[in-house]
């Protein structure tokens, strides 16, 4: 080892036990290595090379001032606002501290008053100012104070409710509804804090169940019925409460195929409701409907039936519904099956007859069974007053004028004694209806003919049970008949005639026309009375009594009369309706010697209301033939020159 090496070895052992030494340390690398790599001695990194996760120093420091700084300054505001509750209080209400209790039962019957209890509690540190308790009743309640009155709405004034105080304040009302049905009552408090203007409010629902209803709602009816034949159903409403139930409505849904005819008390509005009035307690009311089910067998039928009170907003219908109660029917063919013909026409439109002519009936029946009858009995029961007893005929039957009935079976028809499957006959008789003189005298008012047709007979394959139905009904109407007449006078009447009589060629006479309108027992309305004046003839336009629809169509010639309504008896029991107009004859040399027609034919119009048709009757035309006026004479009526 030389000097020179021996010198660096000593400087280094200086270097690496001394403090003060700046000088770095070089690491050797001491593999082998093909090329020789430089090994940096710093810790300097370049941007490439630095990890987007590490923050800047400058950076770092920055975020963490602004935290520091936020968070000093919600410290303070947090012990100032401590502060300010702490020393000088607060005005804060929360309705989360508002409580409403209400105590009352959980259900009750309609139509009795109930009560509650309400407690409203504020929990609060501050008062509850001028304080309001608002209650919305269920629609249909009633006020037990004024009965019969609607309990909408109610306000109630609670002033002021203390921090930590109560008020307790009770409400009653009389609720009605169907049995089972939910009735929810709203109650609310509305109330003001000191130092604000707003109005804050707290809610509350009330259930209420309705556990009865305040009237019952029975229907007494048949539960099978043949399809044509007269269904009846009694309603029967009845007072379950200790309280007068006010303005009763029932109101009626019918199934498809019902054909409404009458009811006992009259319905209203389209036969499907019925005003009842009050029921007080303990009391019933009954309705009595009339009508008609068609349909094929195998349908059921459902007639629904509601009753309650009768809206204030909406009449006619029924609000709060009380109870609502349905029945069905099951439509069946029956065993032997009947059709009823008057006069040729099916007994399902209107049959008319005219009074003193004759029905003609026709039975057509059929085994509708898939097995054979036996002992087949077919009884047709006549009824109503309008029936000339006397004259009833009945082809193969026998009439009983004791009980007006014709019976036919197989004494009188021998074909009646079995009646296979599929078997069908027919049988007739006639009905002979009284004239106009008879039903007068006998002062008959009905001028209907009911008919009822029941068969009875027994199955061969059932043990000989015999079985009897109702097969078919019929109404036949008798119709009056309406009269019209017009007379002609020159003498007499409301109006002075002038003129030569007999009338003279080219010379003007006038005359008066009086038009008469009758109807024996039948009411006729919307009648119409027309006639046309010939060209020789002309309307002075003046009539008695001026207050009748009399007008002249000048174009047309016509003499229109409206009489509207021409009552029962006019004409006959009392005076008929009439109308005089006044005419003037201007007669042609070409009329000497002749009675010229001064009217051509009046023509009657109207409507039978009873029978629901169309009537209409003529009068005669006239001539210059004065029959009517007391000082004709023979020859007044002949033109002269």
Do not use: C
């Amino acid at each position: 080892m030389n000097d020179e090496d021996f010198g660096n070895i000593e400087r280094m052992e200086e270097d690496l036990y001394s403090r003060k030494s700046p000088k770095k340390i070089e690491h050797r690398d001491t593999r082998v290595h093909g090329e020789h790599e430089e090994i940096r001695g710093d810790w300097e990194v370049s941007a490439k090379e630095s990890s987007p996760f590490i923050l800047a120093p400058n950076a770092e420091s920055s975020i963490m001032k602004k935290i520091f700084i936020f968070a000093l300054l919600f410290f303070g505001a947090s012990l100032l606002l401590a502060a300010l509750i702490f020393f000088r209080g607060t005005n804060f209400v929360s309705a989360n501290n508002i409580s409403i209790v209400a105590k009352g039962p959980v259900a009750v019957a309609a139509g009795e008053t109930v009560s509650f209890e309400i407690t409203i509690a504020n929990e609060n540190t501050s008062m509850l100012d001028n304080a309001e308790l608002k209650i919305v009743y269920p629609e249909g309640s009633e006020d037990p104070t004024r009965p019969g009155e609607g309990h909408s709405r109610e306000t109630i004034s609670l002033g002021s409710v203390p921090a930590g105080g109560k008020k307790i304040q009770k409400i009653e009302t009389i609720l009605f509804g169907e049995e089972q049905s939910k009735k929810t009552i709203e109650v609310a408090v509305e109330y003001r804090v000191a130092g604000s203007n707003a109005i804050f409010e707290k809610k509350k629902i009330i259930e209420v169940a309705i556990s009865s209803t305040p009237l019952s709602l029975i229907i007494k009816a048949l539960d099978e019925v043949n399809s044509d034949q007269e269904v009846v159903l009694e309603i029967e409403v009845a007072s379950n409460t200790t309280n007068t139930i006010q303005d009763v409505l029932l109101k009626a849904e019918y199934p498809f195929g019902f054909i409404f005819a009458t009811s006992e008390p009259k319905a209203g509005s389209r036969n499907l409701t019925w005003k009842l009035g009050d029921i007080p307690s303990g009391s019933k009311k009954k309705v009595l409907i009339k009508g008609t089910m068609q349909g094929q067998q195998g349908e059921v039928r459902t007639f629904r039936f509601s009753v309650g009170n009768e809206s204030k907003k909406n009449p006619g219908e029924v609000s709060p519904v009380f109870l609502t109660t349905s029945h069905e029917m099951n439509i069946k063919r029956p065993f032997v099956g009947v059709d009823i013909l008057v006069n040729g026409k099916s007994a399902s439109v209107v049959n008319v007859v005219p009074l003193g002519t004759d029905a003609r009936v026709d039975l057509s029946y059929v085994n509708n069974l898939p097995v054979g009858i036996a002992d087949v009995e077919i009884v047709a029961i006549l009824s109503g007053s309008i029936i000339n007893r006397q004259g009833i005929r009945a082809e193969r039957g026998f009439y009983n004028s004791s009980d007006n009935s014709i019976r036919w079976d197989k004494t009188t028809n021998q074909s009646l004694s079995n009646l296979e499957s599929g078997a069908s006959g027919r049988l007739s008789f006639t009905i002979p209806f009284l004239g106009v003189s008879e039903a007068l005298q006998q002062k008959i008012q009905d001028l209907k003919v009911n008919l009822a047709v029941s068969v009875q007979a027994r199955r061969a394959e059932e043990g000989n049970v015999p079985e009897k139905i109702l097969a078919a009904t019929s109404e036949i109407k008798a119709v009056s008949p309406a009269l019209v007449a017009q007379r002609l006078l020159f003498s007499e009447g409301p109006f002075t005639n002038n003129g030569p009589v007999p009338p003279k060629a080219d010379v003007s006479t006038t005359y008066t026309v009086t038009w008469t309108a009758s109807s024996a027992l039948g009411d006729i309305g919307q009648a119409l009375v027309t006639a046309q004046l010939p060209t020789y003839v002309s309307w002075l336009g003046i009539k008695n009594p001026l207050d009748e629809d009399l007008t002249f169509n000048k174009t047309q010639g016509k003499v229109t009369w409206n009489v509207g309504k021409i009552p029962a008896g006019a004409g006959y029991s009392s005076s008929p309706r009439s109308v005089s107009f006044q005419i003037s004859l201007l007669p042609s040399l070409s009329q000497v010697g002749q009675s010229p027609i001064v009217v051509h034919e009046a023509v009657l119009t109207g409507r039978d209301i009873f029978a629901n048709v169309e009537v209409s009757a003529q009068g005669s035309a006239i001539t210059t033939k004065l029959s009517s006026d007391p000082q004709f004479r023979d020859g007044d009526d002949r033109v002269r020159n």
